[in-house]
C-alpha cells in the first residue's frame, strides 16, 4: 500500500458519509444564477440546481443565496456524472409543508396565510410552500359575487381535506366564520334585555323596514 493511498484512505476516513434521503446542513461557497455548490462537510461539494430549489424556472439564485448562508437540504443523489452531490431545497420544503398540513388537519388548527391567487373556482393560499385551495363556497358565510377582494388579504381557515398523494388540500373559511358568529350571538343574546340602548350598522333595506346588525344577530327595524 502506497503512502498516497493510505492518506486518500486517511482523507475520506476524515469525513462524514451521507445516504440518499438524508438532511444536511451545508454553507453556500459559491452561487450562479442557475445553481449553487454547497460545501456539506462531506469529500465531494453538493450542488443545488434552481429546479431544486424552487419551482421557479425563472428565478436567479443569486438574489436568494449569498455565499456563507447556511441552510438545510435533502440529498438526493450522493454521487452524480462529475462527482458531485446533488441536493434538493424545494423538495425538504414540501415533505415539512406536507407535515405541518397534516398536523392542522388532525388537531383542527386555525392556520393564517395571505391569498395568493384567485381562481374562478375559489381562492389559493400557501402554507410553507404548500398551496390550498379554499372553495368559493367556503370563502364566506355570505355569498361572494367578487373574490378579488382577497387577493393579497391574509385570513384565517382550516383544513378539512388533506390527500398529500393526490397533491389536494382543501381550505375552509366559511367554518370559523360561522362558529364565531354563533359566539358572538350567544354574547348578545346573554347581555339584551327589552328597553336596552343598543347601536348597529344597517345591513339591508326592504319594504317593509331595515335590518341592523348588532354585532351576532341582525334586529328588525320595522317600518
Do not use: W
Not at 30 to 40: G, Q, R
Not at 125 to 153: C, H, M, W
Not at 186 to 203: H, W
Request: aromatic share 6%; charged share 30%; with cysteine.
Amino acid at each position: 500500500m502506497s503512502e498516497e493511498q493510505t492518506f486518500e484512505q486517511m482523507l475520506d476516513a476524515s469525513f462524514r458519509t451521507i445516504h440518499t434521503g438524508e438532511v444536511v446542513e451545508g454553507s453556500v461557497i459559491d452561487v450562479k444564477p442557475e445553481e449553487a455548490i454547497l460545501n456539506i462537510n462531506y469529500k465531494s461539494d453538493g450542488v443545488l440546481t434552481r429546479q431544486e430549489y424552487s419551482n421557479d424556472n425563472n428565478l436567479d439564485l443569486t438574489t436568494k443565496l449569498h455565499v456563507g448562508d447556511k441552510m438545510e437540504v435533502k440529498v438526493i443523489k450522493v454521487n452524480d456524472s462529475e462527482g458531485q452531490v446533488v441536493l434538493s431545497y424545494k423538495r425538504l420544503a414540501l415533505e415539512r409543508g406536507n407535515k405541518r398540513i397534516e398536523d392542522a388537519y388532525n388537531n383542527h388548527e386555525v392556520l393564517k396565510a395571505a391569498v395568493t391567487q384567485v381562481l374562478s373556482g375559489g381562492i389559493c393560499v400557501v402554507v410553507e410552500g404548500v398551496r390550498v385551495f379554499i372553495p368559493a363556497s367556503l370563502v364566506s358565510d355570505t355569498y361572494e359575487k367578487d373574490l378579488n377582494k382577497y387577493l393579497g388579504q391574509e385570513i384565517e381557515f382550516v383544513i378539512t381535506e388533506y390527500n398529500p398523494k393526490r397533491r389536494r388540500y382543501i381550505g375552509d373559511r366559511k367554518q370559523l366564520l360561522l362558529e364565531r358568529k354563533e359566539e358572538m350571538q350567544k354574547e348578545l343574546f346573554d347581555r339584551l334585555t327589552v328597553g336596552d340602548v343598543v347601536e348597529g350598522t344597517v345591513k339591508n333595506i326592504t319594504d317593509f323596514g331595515a335590518f341592523v346588525d348588532l354585532g351576532g344577530a341582525d334586529g328588525l327595524l320595522h317600518i
